[in-house]
Nanobody, 114 residues
């Protein structure tokens, strides 16, 4: 059974950092683009960042450029999202996605508050 499992969320003060991890299993994660999306309450899910299968190409939403970095280690079936200078409007549930397969993880909650 294919799955993506996120971890690393939590409560952080404005200006702080978190590193999210996404571990895939049950499918060849290393052959797939992986993206991070976020959703705040009932709002629409928003693309945050994406990385190519070999990790050589990345892209970011404008609202995270310069603050977030996506990376991967295919030997560990893991994709990370390093988030720096977090702000209150970054508060959301963050989901790891294998978009071409339609796989979504259940998400990890990030809350930025003083």
């Amino acid at each position: 059974q294919a799955q993506l499992v996120e971890s690393g969320g939590g409560l952080v003060q404005p200006g702080g950092s978190l590193r999210l991890a996404c571990v895939g299993s049950g499918f060849p994660m290393s052959d797939n683009h992986i993206t991070w999306h976020r959703q705040f309450l009932e709002k629409e899910r928003a693309f945050v960042a994406g990385i190519s299968p070999a990790g050589g190409s990345t892209r970011y939403a404008d609202f995270v450029k310069g603050r977030f970095t996506i990376s991967r280690d295919n030997a560990k079936n893991t994709v990370w999202l390093q988030m720096n200078n977090l702000q209150p409007n970054d508060t959301a549930m963050y989901h790891c996605v294998a978009p071409t397969r339609g796989y979504w993880g259940r998400g990890t909650q990030v809350t930025v508050s003083s």
